[in-house]
């Protein structure tokens, strides 16, 4: 079973944990590799972007092969990069940097045929000591940058000049590699403000409510053709499952590192509190990826967001061109930083101030499956009963919004919903649950 | 080790721009036609049939049947398409060949029908109705309007019963006004370029070309994607050079959005559908939906080597010729192209 970080050499992998009480998983142990290895700084929390960050800027990657879990029951083979010593994770490791850093990556290519590793958004980029161009061979392009054959390394370098979110992914046969899995971020933080998505406070944000919701499709028969080794037409693609971070819902819920999910570590749950001018006043920020072939329009049910920035470009710098939207119509090859407040505006109180018109009754209320993340009560921060053989996972009233792919055909696992690219955004009552 | 082999390909000299389809000649160059003699390595806009008489601008195609080369190898190695010809003997072109007016100036565009069904004329950011009825074949039919605002537009196959199905057999093309002081896309410092080129989007489906009258159109799924009408590697490579400024004319006329993304540079977007933005934003990639247009300023940083080769391409993957493989690895081809840097 492949297992996870071995932080080997200068990598080591630090987390933004969402909440301090919720900070400690039960999850298996942390392998030591042979060698030099380091114990990440902190654990990773529940849910938020997990970073692996470096003193040095400086990673190692390799290329593998493995499997990941679908909801339904499915596994698929894919391709992805993983850290040097750690095992198979799919998306990639989100690197995460300081403006000004000189990034270093170097990448060690184990699958049976050349890979890259492209950075689009990133300007001047070398490999191997050269500004990385297209590769031709017997006078045919073969590669968008230099690339590593089968058991081959690459050093890819750059000065990470922008902060924001960026995407990185293979360049080499693109329509199969990108497809098989052979992608992930890339954070740039700005120099002195890592609370800021870019050089401007009006960029600020909450830093134990950030996140990253990498976005991606997926045709298992294609994989299974490349697992098979038979032949890949790129025209028959047709995905079926789709993915944020790697994972399908429900497991897009399920803490980061959850033990049954080992070759998928990133969770997308968004787990914030309401606005408030002193307890909580900077907003959650979402860094949209799209690694994907086309348009995902993901709807944040329920809790508009601002745009404030896309592809390491700040929409709020000199003029403020922000705009907020029910709407991130994420395209291909595009990064999207997105804020999210959620404000209670009315202060439903039961005692104070209750709703004032009737409440449904339970059983005009529907319940998929018997389960439901509802508390029994409207009210934030209090539960009631619920009909009997119903399964709650609310824990203390809080509030739960379903955020989504609004192409609801990704909002499925194989067309059965609900699945797929969709995620939960979770709201506790202003104090936490205990 | 990773070896690399630097192609010996000289830098095109090249307009992105119209191409002359000839049904013979697969390894035709994309038409080089630089208007700006300072550099004429520069992309600068393809030439256009349109001609000037006082204040009229008077455009003149021929809508005809003819024939669209794919790249070598490919599985047709031709599709039989419509286009707009420059001359009545000349070859149907596919994207048409390009509307250049100046803003002010009457544009009066004539279409001489040589298919075999109605056709008529859609210009859908222009003040005109739009023509239900059009040139019945052999006849002609006159579209005049003023062009009104600076921009990037369309004209495409109008909305005859049939017309649809004529923008996808490759009666469609760019149309380009220029403000009244050339040098910016809309009279504005911030759309102030060195060199432009257009950028016309397509998708191409075998299947449906070979059948237009009857195909099942709900089954339309291009399999050769083009820029300017051609695919890659057969795509006209966009010259720059270092420190300049390169506008982009982006023109979907295809059935499908692409997004175009760039490799190692960025680009900022300063219209749409030929209006100008209030506030230019800046972005890797950005969605060209069917049917629209979108202006793009690339700045070119001052210290790039000449030869550099930075990619322009689907972001949305289009990079295949019909899924062509050699080897075992799908070939680049489809929506692809570089802008290179020149001396």
Not at chain 2, 264 to 274: E, N
Request: net charge negative; with cysteine.
């Amino acid at each position: 079973m492949d297992l996870w970080y071995g932080a080997n050499g200068p990598a080591t992998r630090t987390a933004r944990t969402s909440r301090a009480a919720a900070a400690f998983l039960a999850v298996g142990a942390l392998l030591l590799t042979s060698g030099s290895a380091a114990l990440p700084a902190a654990e990773p929390g529940e849910s938020g972007i997990v970073c692996t960050t470096s003193s040095s800027a400086t990673f190692s990657l390799t290329t593998a092969g493995g499997y990941v879990g679908i909801p339904d029951g499915n596994t698929v083979f894919m391709w992805s990069y993983s850290l040097a010593g750690g095992g198979f994770q799919l998306p990639g490791p989100v690197l995460c940097v300081t403006e000004g850093d000189t990034v270093t990556i170097t990448l060690q290519n184990t699958l049976p045929e050349p890979v890259s590793l492209m950075l689009p958004g990133v300007t001047g980029m070398t490999a191997n000591g050269s500004l990385a161009q297209p590769v031709y061979t017997d006078g045919r392009l073969t590669s968008l940058v230099p690339a590593a054959p089968t058991g081959g390394t690459v050093t890819y370098q750059f000065t990470a000049t922008d902060p924001g979110s960026y995407l990185y992914q293979s360049g080499t046969d693109p329509a199969k590699q990108v497809q098989m899995g052979l992608y992930g971020a890339l954070v740039v933080r700005p120099a002195d403000h890592a609370d800021w998505a870019y050089g401007t406070e009006a960029s600020r944000f909450n830093p134990d409510a950030e996140y990253l919701a990498l976005l991606s499709e997926v045709d298992p028969d294609l994989h299974a053709a490349v697992e098979r080794g038979a032949a890949y037409d790129v025209t028959k693609l047709h995905p079926r499952y789709w993915m944020i971070n790697g994972r399908s819902f429900p497991d897009t819920i399920a803490p980061n590192y959850s033990a049954w999910l080992p070759n998928q570590p990133y969770g997308s749950l968004i787990h914030i509190r309401p606005k408030d001018p002193v307890a909580n006043p900077y907003p959650a920020l979402v860094r949209y990826v799209n690694v994907g072939d086309r348009i995902h329009p993901f709807h944040p049910h329920g809790n508009h967001g601002r745009t404030i920035g896309r592809d390491a470009h700040p929409l709020v710098a000199d003029v403020d061109q922000s705009f907020e939207n029910f709407l991130a119509d994420v395209g291909p090859g595009q990064t999207w930083d997105v804020t999210y407040d959620w404000t209670d505006v009315e202060q439903w109180n039961p005692d104070t101030n209750p709703i004032p018109v009737p409440l449904p009754q339970d059983q005009n209320l529907v319940y998929k499956d018997d389960a439901t993340w509802y508390g029994g009560s409207p009210y934030l921060g209090v539960t009631d009963s619920l009909p009997v053989g119903v399964t709650s996972y609310n824990e203390c009233g809080e509030y739960y919004q379903m955020w989504h792919s609004h192409a609801l055909n990704e909002a499925a696992n194989f067309e059965a919903g609900f699945g797929g690219m969709m995620t939960l955004e979770r709201i506790d009552p202003p104090g936490g649950c205990p | 080790m990773c070896l690399r082999i630097r192609a010996a390909l000289t830098a095109l000299a090249l307009a992105v721009g119209a191409l002359t389809v000839a049904s013979a000649s697969a390894a035709a160059d994309p038409i080089s036609h630089p208007t700006t003699s300072a550099l004429s390595a520069a992309a600068a806009l393809p030439a256009s049939p349109c001609t000037l008489s006082g204040t009229v601008r008077t455009c003149e195609l021929w809508a005809r049947s003819g024939t669209l080369p794919l790249p070598a190898g490919s599985t047709p190695a031709s599709v039989p398409v419509w286009g707009y010809a420059a001359s009545a003997t000349g070859p149907a072109e596919v994207p048409g060949p390009l509307l250049l007016a100046t803003v002010g100036e009457t544009v009066r565009v004539v279409v001489h029908n040589l298919l075999t069904v109605p056709t008529s004329l859609l210009l859908p950011e222009q003040n005109l109705p739009p023509d239900t009825t059009g040139a019945a074949p052999g006849e002609d039919v006159t579209y005049e309007f003023v062009a009104a605002r600076p921009g990037t537009f369309t004209y495409e196959a109008g909305l005859t019963a049939g017309g649809p199905r004529q923008v996808a057999m490759g009666l469609a093309g760019a149309l380009v006004v220029g403000p009244a002081t050339p040098g910016t896309g809309y009279g504005t410092p911030e759309t102030g370029y060195d060199d432009e080129a257009v950028v016309v989007l397509q998708g191409i489906d075998p299947a449906f070309n070979a059948a237009p009258a009857t195909f099942e159109m709900s089954k339309y799924r291009p399999r050769f994607w083009l820029i300017n009408g051609r695919a890659f590697p057969d795509t006209g490579a966009v010259a720059t050079g270092a420190g300049r400024r390169l506008l982009l004319r982006f023109v979907n006329v295809g059935l499908e959005d692409h997004a175009m993304s760039l490799v190692g540079i960025h680009q900022t977007v300063v219209a749409a559908d030929g209006n100008p933005l209030a506030h230019a934003y800046t972005v890797l990639s950005e969605n060209i939906a069917a049917g629209s247009t979108v202006d793009t300023i690339v700045a070119v940083p001052a210290g790039l080597a000449p030869g550099t080769r930075l990619a322009l391409y689907d972001a949305g993957r289009h990079l295949d010729n019909a899924g062509h493989v050699t080897d075992g690895v799908t070939d680049f081809g489809g929506m692809l192209t570089f802008l290179t840097v020149g001396p």
